[in-house]
């Protein structure tokens, strides 16, 4: 097990480990229940000293990768299946009076500090205009965040950053428009958030509110549905808190393969959705007839309003000649800044704690 530990590189040795490990351990090469080497060994293979690899295991540990047991070593205890959050009131909240910090808020001094090095890096280049569809350097975050955690598998071109999950609504509403035209009927959840419903009637289409069950939407009511495109959130669906089963999203997809219409799936959140492992999206597993949808309002801060979607394949020509012109709604710099939370794992790591922070309050 030799990991490359460049002196040259500008990132600290023991981030260096840590990346190179949790990488493995994701990759499923490091798997459940294996051990480390001890920090001796490891710092003589790296070529590094007792205190980096300690250093290293400590984050390791404090983001629930590994745990160290008494005179015994590191071992493994990351799991796929192991995939416990903290479930949030869906979409903003606004909030009154003096803001009272929550033990699962993004820290700030982490928030702070990549302003800054954003600010000393880019310069000036943060006063730039943004391309319409996003700075690619946080579409191309994005996407690699994506496939890390969600399966997900896109070009940086499919992915279209917008101010929040209202505005995408609205793009998505005009997109359709040049699909179906005064045909189009948007599917909704019954309950569901409200800004959905009242979006799509601005925008001048029918919604069809279908009826929740357990599982998620009831078959009757999905199969006697006219509409041809299904808007949903499969995970913790607000206000019903329904997470929508195997079967049920299969069932989604099956709808819109025989009706040859669209989903759009609405993972709001999800990666703060309470769950005992990471559900496969509607997107992952469709045939090019789904567009996802999610924000960093929750998992960062509200007052970030940034959001994405990523299209199909089969609607990209049709966005980008009807729809590229619309500028992007959110700044250079809190673009450059969330793709450096991204890249640095600073996002992942904020998650992996209040995963871990959960676990622990649930016992």
């Given at each position: 097990?030799?990991?490359?530990?460049?002196?040259?590189?500008?990132?600290?040795?023991?981030?260096?480990?840590?990346?190179?490990?949790?990488?493995?351990?994701?990759?499923?090469?490091?798997?459940?229940?294996?051990?480390?080497?001890?920090?001796?060994?490891?710092?003589?293979?790296?070529?590094?000293?007792?205190?980096?690899?300690?250093?290293?295991?400590?984050?390791?540990?404090?983001?629930?990768?590994?745990?160290?047991?008494?005179?015994?070593?590191?071992?493994?205890?990351?799991?796929?299946?192991?995939?416990?959050?903290?479930?949030?009131?869906?979409?903003?909240?606004?909030?009154?009076?003096?803001?009272?910090?929550?033990?699962?808020?993004?820290?700030?001094?982490?928030?702070?500090?990549?302003?800054?090095?954003?600010?000393?890096?880019?310069a000036q280049g943060i006063l730039t205009k943004s391309p319409n569809n996003g700075m690619k350097e946080l579409r191309e975050a994005?996407?690699?965040?994506?496939?890390?955690?969600?399966?997900?598998?896109?070009?940086?071109?499919?992915?279209?950053?917008?101010?929040?999950?209202?505005?995408?609504?609205?793009?998505?509403?005009?997109?359709?428009?040049?699909?179906?035209?005064?045909?189009?009927?948007?599917?909704?959840?019954?309950?569901?958030?409200?800004?959905?419903?009242?979006?799509?009637?601005?925008?001048?289409?029918?919604?069809?509110?279908?009826?929740?069950?357990?599982?998620?939407?009831?078959?009757?009511?999905?199969?006697?549905?006219?509409?041809?495109?299904?808007?949903?959130?499969?995970?913790?669906?607000?206000?019903?808190?329904?997470?929508?089963?195997?079967?049920?999203?299969?069932?989604?997809?099956?709808?819109?393969?025989?009706?040859?219409?669209?989903?759009?799936?609405?993972?709001?959140?999800?990666?703060?959705?309470?769950?005992?492992?990471?559900?496969?999206?509607?997107?992952?597993?469709?045939?090019?007839?789904?567009?996802?949808?999610?924000?960093?309002?929750?998992?960062?801060?509200?007052?970030?309003?940034?959001?994405?979607?990523?299209?199909?394949?089969?609607l990209l020509d049709i966005f980008e000649k009807n729809l590229g012109f619309f500028s992007c709604t959110v700044t250079v710099f809190e673009q450059y800044?969330?793709?450096?939370?991204?890249?640095?794992?600073?996002?992942?790591?904020?998650?992996?704690?209040?995963?871990?922070?959960?676990?622990?309050?649930?016992?």
């Amino acid at each position: 097990m030799k990991y490359n530990i460049s002196k040259n590189s500008k990132q600290k040795a023991y981030m260096q480990l840590y990346l190179e490990v949790r990488r493995e351990i994701l990759e499923g090469k490091l798997k459940y229940g294996s051990k480390l080497l001890s920090k001796r060994l490891m710092a003589e293979e790296c070529g590094v000293s007792v205190v980096t690899v300690k250093s290293a295991y400590d984050i390791l540990c404090d983001e629930g990768y590994v745990e160290s047991r008494e005179r015994s070593g590191y071992y493994v205890i990351y799991r796929s299946t192991d995939f416990i959050s903290v479930p949030e009131e869906p979409h903003d909240t606004v909030l009154s009076g003096s803001y009272i910090p929550s033990k699962y808020d993004f820290p700030f001094s982490v928030l702070a500090k990549t302003m800054r090095k954003v600010i000393s890096d880019r310069a000036q280049g943060i006063l730039t205009k943004s391309p319409n569809n996003g700075m690619k350097e946080l579409r191309e975050a994005i996407a690699s965040y994506l496939d890390r955690s969600m399966g997900i598998r896109c070009g940086e071109r499919q992915i279209i950053i917008g101010s929040g999950a209202e505005y995408l609504y609205s793009l998505i509403a005009r997109l359709f428009s040049f699909v179906f035209g005064n045909r189009c009927i948007f599917a909704i959840e019954k309950p569901s958030y409200e800004m959905i419903k009242k979006v799509y009637t601005a925008s001048g289409f029918e919604c069809e509110e279908l009826e929740i069950g357990k599982h998620g939407i009831r078959t009757g009511a999905l199969e006697s549905s006219k509409a041809n495109v299904l808007h949903v959130t499969p995970f913790n669906s607000y206000p019903s808190g329904i997470t929508a089963s195997a079967t049920k999203r299969a069932q989604y997809l099956d709808w819109a393969n025989k009706n040859n219409a669209f989903i759009v799936e609405d993972n709001y959140e999800s990666e703060l959705t309470v769950s005992s492992k990471p559900e496969d999206t509607l997107f992952s597993l469709s045939d090019g007839n789904v567009i996802f949808l999610n924000t960093f309002s929750q998992t960062i801060s509200a007052s970030m309003r940034i959001g994405y979607m990523v299209l199909p394949e089969a609607l990209l020509d049709i966005f980008e000649k009807n729809l590229g012109f619309f500028s992007c709604t959110v700044t250079v710099f809190e673009q450059y800044v969330l793709a450096e939370l991204i890249e640095s794992g600073e996002f992942e790591r904020h998650i992996s704690k209040v995963r871990r922070a959960k676990r622990r309050s649930m016992v």
